[in-house]
């Protein structure tokens, strides 16, 4: 892999890879690694990619309170060979999709965005559907999936042997924790997915925030 991260902000700033195995000198922690990326400036990393299918996070690591709270970070996902998810866990695989958690000063947010703004999910009545949670915010949040209990199939990017998977409904997703969960989409309709600390989806006008839906149809 090779990134050239270039700043145009008007404060400094670095990449880290969360989870992922690179040389010390691309861990990208100003003062410790790098100095950081300064306005106008840039910097490469490069590294080979070592470590097993799975989610991994890039994120800021410079003033990250605030840096990572509006938004900068993203899903690094390595792949199975063939992108072939199905053979990597077992399981029948239709339908993928990424989660990320977010908390600050975007509110509580699904990938950046607020219900009712959020993706849904959908999926065919028997889909196998992958989702990939990731926390890059500062609070825990319990993810609950209404009409469904799903199967948590691996962590911080390893994959849970099938003795250790583990049935659920409500996922507890730490900072920097990323799970991957398989859903068989069996009953349609329309199925609500959130966090289950209320104020971070609910309030007076109902449902917003850290809020989206499940369609199978």
């Not at 800021?60 to 690094?76: C, D, I, M, P, R």
């Amino acid at each position: 892999m090779r990134i050239v991260v270039s700043n145009e902000m008007s404060q400094p700033t670095t990449l880290h890879l969360h989870g992922v195995t690179v040389p010390n000198d691309m861990d990208g922690v100003p003062y410790i690694t790098q100095d950081p990326i300064l306005p106008g400036g840039f910097f490469v990393y490069e590294f080979d990619v070592v470590d097993p299918p799975g989610m991994y996070v890039y994120h800021s690591h410079f003033n990250s309170t605030e840096q990572v709270g509006k938004g900068l970070y993203g899903a690094f996902i390595v792949e199975p060979k063939r992108g072939d998810w199905s053979s990597l866990y077992g399981e029948r695989i239709d339908v993928e999709s990424t989660l990320f958690l977010g908390d600050g000063p975007t509110g509580f947010v699904l990938n950046g965005k607020e219900f009712p703004a959020t993706q849904p999910i959908v999926a065919e009545v028997g889909d196998g559907v992958l989702i990939h949670l990731a926390n890059d915010g500062a609070m825990i949040h319990p993810m609950h999936l209404h009409g469904y209990h799903f199967q948590v199939i691996a962590e911080d990017g390893f994959v849970l042997a099938p003795g250790q998977r583990y049935m659920a409904d409500m996922l507890m997703v730490a900072p920097g924790q990323r799970f991957d969960v398989l859903v068989d989409a069996e009953y349609p309709g329309v199925w609500a997915y959130h966090c289950h600390i209320l104020p971070h989806v609910e309030g007076p006008q109902g449902m917003y925030g850290m809020v989206t839906v499940v369609i199978v149809q």
